[in-house]
């Protein structure tokens, strides 16, 4: 065991935000701590390092354990290089080297003597020290700082940096790669992922999962959580609940409790009701007897343990939005877009268009200009070069990582309202609930809200709006897990087209249809959602690895182009699956057409045969029977063809 919190009670005034709390990890272990914002997570982990003091309660540490912590904000003033920060972190092993040098001089002068005890003594303790240095893994110890710092995001020309230069999301990267070198036997990381891309973040996730000790994480990235972790412990309600597994695991299992709390919940509230009703009627009938079985129904009632009724997570989607009017077919179509920076070039010649109904995201390093793209489209800032066209009727709606467009005086409600005067309270109030804000919180003045619930009122306006086309900056940032899973399901029932720019994995998973990865000043398109990107990003990385004999320069254009080519043939695939798909659909819909205009002919010879005047004409007879046997003949032809049709359709 290497961490145990038993107990532990915290609250602030008469609120509290931690209840009896109890859970462990062991040697190894890598476990998540999640709840919504506020929920006390982090008080949690400052009470566990000894920042706070619980008010009951108890943190046991194992023995000879030593442990890390990285908060969320980091104010490192030093004015060491960053390397120089993250190789002067394990002050023991500079020591044993500069040891070794010292002794490694010293029998360079004693060396005179070869027969001298002197020097027999300076070889055991160098033999000693050295030992002890490989035993750290001192010899590959800059190698290891330099994969650190590439792995976290920096490159090599970043190295020489002054640390009090960096920002804070520079810095925290600086404290996370000291907290890793240092590979102390618990690691406590409050929501790492924060400033890191998708490549250091997948490399991150390599890192902790191999990490030879026991990590304890605040995420709210659950497609990170499902890479690292193996347990999780969720704070709800200012209580604790462990559940074994990654984050999928813990959703499934919850939802199962969840079902059988409500179920045993029920069950109790319909054996009280029924007792209530029995002893009621017992009282009725006003008979000694009657009343005393009714009082000893009573206390037996009293000693039940009620169960409380759980708590309704208002976690799906229970509104569909709808555009006010339907944009054509092609929605945007960008062509040979250009930007710079003085020198610095972000992307150049870029090209691609978005149909009605997709939900793109653009992915990328940071720094490689997504927000840029974003803000060129909706006029906030002039490309270099290239066209814009926008389809028929198509209307934008832009949610930038500001929230610039909440009046911070109002409330929830009349943020709402002012925008959308025809809307009456019920209906405003079932489109705030959608978006967790329920009963008062509706009429909290925004300015005292958090960051992540101002984002989900400028989300719920978003939505509202007449827009048919959404672009989102970063849409998911500063929210909650619970907030993140009613936004999916928001843009998921959405009918109008969405483009937005994400780091958060889980969500483009499970929200994007395509998409559009920034690279070497290139988009590469991918059909499909995060997976798919995963699994097709290898042809670009075996290209990368093909190139590496040539020059760099020849490299970085046959990667770019390889990629390009890749994003083609998969764009070419995607329309001819989709033309595929249209002529089946019209096969179809001529098959029942066909089949309907068949059986009204049916119809007509049937009335035919009816006819009295054709019981003598053998001859009509026949010929009507003959057309009526190729008819049905003909319709079970059709039938069989359009089963076939329907099966390709549904694959």
């Known amino acids: 065991m290497v961490l145990s919190c038993n107990n532990i009670t915290k609250s602030f005034g008469e609120k509290y935000v931690l209840r009896d709390v109890s859970f462990h990890v062991n040697d190894n272990e890598k476990a998540a701590l999640i709840g919504i914002n506020g929920a006390g997570k982090s008080t ?13 309660g108890e943190v046991i540490i194992g023995k000879d ?98 640390v009090n230069t960096l920002s804070g ?32 973040i997948a490399w991150l996730e390599g890192f902790l999962a191999n990490y030879k000790g026991a990590v304890l994480v605040i995420a709210h990235d659950r497609y990170f959580l499902d890479k690292v972790v193996t347990k999780v412990v969720e704070i709800e309600n200012e209580r604790a609940r462990c559940y074994l597994g ?40 006003n008979r000694e007897k009657s009343i005393k079985r009714a009082e000893s129904r009573e206390k037996m009632l009293d000693k039940i343990e009620r169960l409380e009724k759980p708590v309704e997570i208002n976690d799906e989607m229970k509104i569909s939005f709808h555009p006010a009017e339907v944009s054509g077919n092609d929605v945007l179509t960008v062509t040979g877009l250009s930007k710079s920076y003085g020198a610095q070039q972000l992307f150049s010649d870029i090209s691609f268009d978005i149909r009605r109904g997709e939900r793109v995201a653009i992915i990328g390093d940071n720094g490689t200009g997504k927000t840029t ?11 270099d070069a290239g066209e814009i066209k926008l389809g028929a009727k198509v209307t ?13 005086e109002n409330s929830p409600f009349e943020e709402i309202s002012d925008a959308h005067p025809l809307m009456d309270n019920t209906e405003i109030r079932n489109v705030l609930a959608a978006f967790l804000f329920t009963g008062e919180e509706v009429f909290t003045p925004i300015k005292l809200l958090s960051g992540g619930e101002h984002g989900r009122v400028s ?38 087209t969405v483009l937005y720019v994400s780091h958060d994995r889980y969500f483009i998973n499970r ?32 290209a990368k690895l093909r190139t590496n004999e040539g020059t760099k320069n020849a490299a970085a254009t046959n990667v770019t182009a390889t990629a390009q080519s890749a994003g083609k043939q998969d764009w070419a695939a995607h329309k001819e699956e989709q033309a595929r798909l249209r002529k089946i659909q019209n096969e179809i819909k001529k098959i029942e057409e066909e089949i309907a205009r068949l059986e009204e002919e049916e119809a007509e010879v049937d009335k035919e045969l009816e006819n009295p005047a054709y019981f003598t004409d053998h001859v009509k007879l026949n010929e009507l029977t003959k057309r009526k046997n190729e008819i049905g003949e003909t319709i079970t032809g059709l039938m069989n063809r359009w089963e076939e049709a329907q099966e390709e359709m549904q694959e």
């Open 44 to 56: 949690l982990f400052k009470i566990i390092v000894g920042e706070m003091t619980a008010d009951s």
């Open 65 to 162: 354990v030593s442990f890390g912590y990285l908060s969320q904000n980091q104010d490192l003033e030093s004015c060491n290089t960053i390397y120089e920060e993250l190789f002067n972190t394990n002050a023991h092993l500079l020591r044993l080297e500069e040891k070794i040098e010292s002794l490694h001089g010293q029998i360079e002068a004693e060396s005179a003597s070869p027969d001298s005890e002197s020097l027999k003594k300076l070889y055991d303790e160098y033999e000693k020290t050295n030992s002890e240095y490989e035993r750290l893994n001192g010899y590959a110890y800059k190698s290891e700082v330099t994969g650190i710092l590439k792995g976290l995001g920096f490159s090599e020309d970043e190295f020489g940096k002054k």
């Open 169 to 200: 999301g520079q810095k925290t990267r600086v404290a996370l790669g000291k907290l890793l070198l240092m590979k102390p036997g618990l690691i406590l990381l409050d929501e790492p992922t924060n400033h890191l891309d998708m490549n250091s």
């Open 246 to 285: 990654n984050y999928t695991d813990f959703a499934n299992k919850k939802a199962e409790v969840r079902k059988a709390e409500l179920k045993a919940y029920l069950n109790q509230q319909r054996d009280i009701k029924h007792q209530e009703a029995v002893i009621e009627k017992l009282r009725s009938f």
């Open 373 to 383: 793209i974003l803000k060129i489209l909706n006029g906030l800032v002039e490309p």
């Open 396 to 408: 934008i709606g832009y949610y930038d990582q500001e929230h610039q467009v909440l009046n911070p």
């Open 459 to 496: 989300l719920a306006k978003l939505m509202l709006s007449n827009a048919n086309l959404l672009v989102l900056d970063e849409p998911t940032n500063h929210l909650d897990i619970t907030s993140k899973e009613l936004l999916e399901n928001a843009l998921n029932s959405y009918t109008g």
């Open 511 to 542: 929200t994007a249809t395509r998409i559009l990865d920034l690279t070497s000043k290139q988009l590469v398109p991918y059909i499909g959602n995060y997976d798919y990107y995963v699994a097709h990003k290898d042809i670009v990385e075996a």
